[in-house]
T-cell receptor, first 115, second 114 residues
Framework: AQSVTQLGSHVSVSEGALVLLRCNYS??????LFWYVQYPNQGLQLLLK??????LVKGINGFEAEFKKSETSFHLTKPSAHMSDAAEYFC?????????????FGTGTKLQVIP | IAGITQAPTSQILAAGRRMTLRCTQD?????MYWYRQDLGLGLRLIHY???????GKGEVPDGYSVSRANTDDFPLTLASAVPSQTSVYFC?????????????FGPGTRLTVL
């Protein structure tokens, strides 16, 4: 069984400040991990993913995440927040289960960027 | 390229009525999914289809049915709507059903059952 925990349902940062969104996972197999972003009244879109290889993964819009097996974490960061980063962010873990791609999503973190 | 389209955008429905949510993708993806999104619960999988002609049950399938007559369309039907089915529904697709695949999401349908 797999699970995802996102610490903090709401995070506020000032424009230009570091963004850090936390994600911890549980998986019985080596995890495939994703971060998705959801802008208001839109569907989710992929920011980045980790499958194998380099543990520091770069995504779109200046975001990156580091897979840390020892900490079972996959935190999302961005050095300098922009107003356009205000959205809800979902961490997810994927496995092949019962013949389909089972993606378990976290409950989401809403990012507010303060001017 | 539209990606995934969903219709309607929103709907208010009386309890007991039948409703079909439509989903169409133009990416020729093999796998398609229906999720519901509820506050504080994230996204939960209702039904999936790995390829045209096949479907399967996800985490919360009760009260819903799907069909996959062709590659592009994946409608979700509520046979007799109940208030607990009030939610935002997202259709998604991926090239294959492997666990490394990115899922592409539609814009969602906001459904209110009274």
């Amino acid at each position: 069984a797999q699970s995802v925990t996102q610490l903090g349902s709401h995070v506020s940062v000032s424009e230009g400040a570091l963004v850090l969104l936390r994600c911890n996972y549980s998986s019985s197999v080596p995890p495939y991990l994703f971060w998705y972003v959801q802008y208001p009244n839109q569907g989710l879109q992929l920011l980045l993913k980790y499958t194998t290889g380099a543990t520091l993964v770069k995504g779109i819009n200046g975001f990156e995440a580091e897979f840390k097996k020892s900490e079972t974490s996959f935190h999302l960061t961005k050095p300098s927040a922009h107003m356009s980063d205000a959205a809800e962010y979902f961490c997810a873990v994927s496995e092949r289960s019962g013949g389909y791609q089972k993606v378990t999503f976290g409950t989401g973190t809403k990012l507010q960027v303060i001017p | 390229i539209a990606g995934i389209t969903q219709a309607p955008t929103s709907q208010i429905l009386a309890a007991g009525r039948r409703m079909t949510l439509r989903c169409t993708q133009d990416m020729r993806h093999n796998a398609m999914y229906w999720y519901r999104q509820d506050l504080g619960l994230g996204l939960r999988l209702i039904h999936y289809s790995n390829t045209a002609g096949t479907t399967g049950k996800g985490e919360v399938p009760d009260g819903y049915s799907v069909s996959r007559a062709n590659t592009d369309d994946f409608p979700l039907t509520l046979a007799s709507a109940v208030p607990s089915q009030t939610s935002v529904y997202f259709c998604a697709s991926s090239d294959q059903a492997g666990r490394a695949n990115e899922q592409f999401f539609g814009p969602g349908t906001r459904l209110t059952v009274l």
